[in-house]
């Protein structure tokens, strides 16, 4: 009788190339029959060192306090209703303020779209710029601002006008007005400037109208981008 590995599992002779070219398959496409289940996974493909880093990093992100103090939870005090709009940080629904009926608008930025340490730091420096400009004319007051576990949300002046970016798609704007809208908003710009900050995402979308009867009255939303700076200093 010869060698019966010749033509067994470990033998070298026809099986050997199925056996090699079995051994270079990824793991989770192996088939394991019966018993014989080692050095099989069967399972769903296991994360990367990669994957595993990034859920890491985000469970370390959200656990981070934002505003670095405890608040109430936002539920406490407003009502959240109707979705207004939606931006690249977060996500604007009308609130209602319980004890007044008051009503206001509420920007809630979870915590799972940060990705990085810097996008934490953007956030709180959005609500430190807001409370920084409280009281300017042209810009969205900021009531208060709440954190829990889930997100931070920023309760704001509401704006019943929308954006300025729906009311020129309509054509509301003769050149008169058009041309006292600029001035308006290079005021904004100058002023800004003026004080040390740069807002660095001035569009139609983020001017709004404070009446739906008024075409010129514009405040500026949404400092997720902003940064302070040194006026005569260059920044970026």
Known sequence: MGNQCQNGTYGYG???NSYNHFQKEPLASRHCDGDD?????????????ADLMRQGLRQTLTSISVLGRETPNVTEHYTLGRQLGEGLTGTTYLCTETSTGCQFACKSILKTRFRNMQDVEDVRREV???RYLSGQKDVV????????EEAVHIV????????????IKKGNYSEQKAAHLIRTIVGVIEN????GVMHRDLKPENFLL???DDDLSIKVIDFGLSVFFKPGSISI
Do not use: V
């Open 14 to 16: 026809s099986n050997y």
């Open 37 to 49: 289940t080692e050095g099989c996974y069967t399972g769903p493909s296991r994360p990367s060192i």
């Open 128 to 130: 430190q710029i807001m």
């Open 141 to 148: 007051a900021i009531k208060d601002a709440y954190e829990d």
């Open 156 to 167: 704001m002046e509401l704006c019943e006008g929308g954006e300025l970016y729906d009311r």
């Open 192 to 195: 800004f400037h003026s004080l």
């Open 210 to 212: 404070q009446d739906k």
